[in-house]
C-alpha cells in the first residue's frame, strides 16, 4: 500500500516499502535473504547467484542485451533491474509472477536460468550449519524449504530501493539541485514527449504493459494474458537509475538513452499492435537533449552493499 499522505508530491517516493504480513521484514530475515542472493548454491551448477544477473554494481543488472544463463547460453531477455521492484504488483517484463516471493523461485527453477532442482534445495542447504541457524532465526518454527527459502530473498530484495536523486532534492526545495535543460526535460517529459502516459509517480511506472512498436517477435505479456492489446507488450520499466542500466528494452537493443529517446520521437518501428500512446513526437535537438538531461537527474545515490560471508 501506498503510505503517502493525501497532500504529498506524488512524484516523491512514499516512506514505507510495502511487503506482505506472511513475510514482514525482520534484520535475521534481510541478512538470511542478502546471504541466498549472493549464494551460487543456489543453482544446480554452483555458479550462478542471483547477484550474477543483478549485479549491485551495475544498476542491480547485468550489462548484457540479454541475460546469461545455465551453461553460459544466452536468455531470449535483458535482465531487468531489481530495484524498487518491491513495489511492483508484477514481476518480470512479461508480468508472470505476482510477487518476489514467486519471483525469486522462477529463475532458481528455470532449466535455461539458473537450473536448479527445486525439490531437493532445502535438503541441500538444511546440510549447512551455517544456514540452520540463520533460518532458525529468521524463520522460528518453519524448517528450510523453498519457501522460506523464497521468503528470505524477497526480504532482502524489498530493501533494494533507489536512494536519493537530484531530482528528489529539486522536488523537496532545492532549486539549484537541477539545471534549466533538466527542469524543461521534466516539463516536456510530462507534456509534449508524452513520457508520464506511462512513466508515472514517483517510481516513473504505471505497472502495466504496452507495445511501444519493437522491432521483436516476442509475444510478451501475451503469453500470459492472450488479449490482443498486450501482443506484444511488455512492462514499463521504473527510470529510477535508468542511466545506469544500458542496454535498454526487453531485448537489450538500444545501448544509450539517446537511442530510447529517438525511438519514442519516430512513434517506434513494428506498427501492429502499436499502443495507442505511441506516436510521432516531432522533438527537436534541444528538447531531445533537455529531456536526456531529465532522465540523468533520476540516479541516486547508491546503496552501499557489503558482500555477505556465506555459512559453510
Not at 101 to 122: K, R, T
Not at 157 to 184: H, K, L, M, N
Not at 199 to 210: L, R, S
Not at 282 to 289: A, D, P, Q, W
Request: a negative charge; hydrophobic letters at 40%; proline letters at 8%.
Amino acid at each position: 500500500m501506498d503510505a503517502r499522505p493525501a497532500d504529498a508530491d506524488p512524484w516523491l517516493r512514499p516512506a514505507q516499502v510495502p511487503a506482505p504480513e506472511s513475510n514482514a521484514p525482520t534484520a535475521e530475515r534481510v541478512e538470511l535473504g542478502k546471504a541466498l542472493f549472493f549464494d551460487p548454491r543456489l543453482s544446480g551448477s554452483n555458479w550462478i547467484s542471483c547477484a550474477s544477473c543483478h549485479n549491485p554494481a551495475l544498476g542491480w543488472s547485468d550489462g548484457l542485451p540479454t541475460g546469461m544463463g545455465h551453461g553460459m547460453k544466452p536468455l531470449g531477455r535483458g535482465t531487468p533491474t531489481i530495484l524498487n521492484t518491491a513495489y511492483n504488483p508484477l514481476q518480470m517484463w512479461d508480468g508472470r509472477f505476482k510477487d518476489l516471493e514467486q519471483q525469486a523461485l522462477g529463475p532458481m527453477g528455470s532449466g535455461a536460468e539458473m537450473n536448479q532442482d527445486l525439490g531437493s534445495v532445502a535438503t541441500e542447504f538444511a546440510a549447512i550449519a551455517g544456514y540452520r541457524a540463520r533460518f532458525d532465526a529468521a524463520y522460528p518454527g518453519e524448517s528450510i524449504s523453498t519457501t522460506t527459502i523464497a521468503k528470505a530473498i524477497a526480504s532482502f530484495e524489498r530493501t533494494v530501493v533507489s536512494g536519493e536523486a537530484p531530482f528528489d532534492r529539486w522536488r523537496r526545495g532545492d532549486a539549484a539541485a537541477i539545471g534549466a535543460s533538466a527542469q524543461r526535460g521534466f516539463e516536456l517529459f510530462k507534456g509534449k514527449a508524452e513520457c508520464g502516459l506511462c512513466h508515472m509517480g514517483w517510481n516513473f511506472t504505471d505497472n502495466g504493459f504496452h507495445n511501444i512498436g519493437l522491432n521483436s517477435e516476442d509475444p510478451g505479456r501475451y503469453a500470459q494474458k492472450p488479449l490482443k492489446s498486450m501482443k506484444g507488450a511488455f512492462k514499463t520499466p521504473t527510470l529510477r537509475d535508468v542511466a545506469l542500466t544500458a542496454p535498454y528494452m526487453h531485448n537489450g537493443m538500444y545501448a544509450s538513452l539517446e537511442e530510447v529517446i529517438e525511438h519514442y520521437d519516430r512513434g517506434g518501428d513494428l506498427k501492429d499492435n502499436l499502443s495507442p500512446s505511441i506516436r510521432p513526437l516531432g522533438l527537436t535537438v534541444v528538447e531531445k537533449r533537455d529531456l536526456l538531461e531529465f532522465l540523468k537527474t533520476l540516479t541516486g545515490a547508491p546503496m552501499l552493499v557489503v558482500l555477505p560471508q556465506l555459512p559453510q
